[in-house]
């Protein structure tokens, strides 16, 4: 059975930094791609970052480029997003996923799998 944990979330002043982890564990399909999306409260999904699985190219939504960072480490099977000068609106609740889909066409509204999610409050 596939199980994600996500940590890193947390309160932080506009400009701040944080890091989230998610470790990934029962994988037993070969997932093209796995990366972050985030949902704000009354809000749609986004589509944060991704990275492929196949040849590590990194994707990023336009909200997001120039600040935010995917990374992966294949032994530990976790997938990091480092998120730099934060903003008000990056607020929401940050998940990761996997999908058999690549990154290019990936849907963030359906996703094969994706964990419970944690908080990031950028607030001053």
Known sequence: QLQ???SGGGLVQPGGSLRLSCAVS??????????????????????IA???TTDGDRYYGDS???R?????????????????DLK?????????????APCEVVDVDDLDAWGQGTVVTISS
């Not at 093209?32 to 949902?39: L, T």
């Open 50 to 52: 991704c990275i492929s």
């Open 26 to 47: 029962g994988l037993q399909v070969n997932y093209e791609s796995i990366g972050w999306f985030r949902q704000a409260p009354g809000k749609e999904r986004e589509g």
């Open 88 to 100: 008000p609106e990056d607020t929401g609740t940050y998940y990761c996923g996997v999908d058999r």
């Open 68 to 84: 935010f960072a995917i990374s992966r480490d294949e032994v530990q099977n976790t997938v990091y997003l480092q998120m730099n």
């Open 4 to 6: 994600f944990v996500e």
């Open 64 to 66: 997001v480029k120039g």
